[in-house]
């Protein structure tokens, strides 16, 4: 994952919190670690699921390193995954959505 496919992927869990989580009490969080220095407003839940993937796809041993919905060594486990494709379908829908 290089640093614009990082801040975009940041970028959509801070979309995804801020429409889906609004009762839920966000803190600031920062990237710095994963090349992308962005500050976002996460929920603590949001806030896990977003390190803990980032973290899983930087220390990928596969070099080059394949789509992680390609790779055969499901590194996340479904309920991670399934989880962090709704939030990148959700955020790219609405990015779409608000661009026209
Ligand atoms: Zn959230």
Do not use: Q, W
Request: glycine share 2%; net charge positive.
């Amino acid at each position: 994952m290089n640093e614009k496919e990082a801040r975009t992927f940041i970028t959509f869990f801070s979309i995804y919190c801020e429409n889906k989580h609004l009762e839920k009490e966000k803190k600031s969080v920062t990237f710095k670690n994963f090349g992308a220095n962005k500050e976002i407003f996460l929920c603590e839940e949001c806030e896990l699921l977003a390190t803990s993937t980032l973290l899983n796809r930087i220390s990928c041993p596969k070099n080059p390193k394949p789509s992680c919905r390609k790779c055969p060594d499901n590194c996340h486990g479904p309920d991670v995954k399934s989880k962090v494709r709704k939030v990148m379908m959700y955020s790219s829908l609405r990015r779409l959505l608000k661009k026209t």
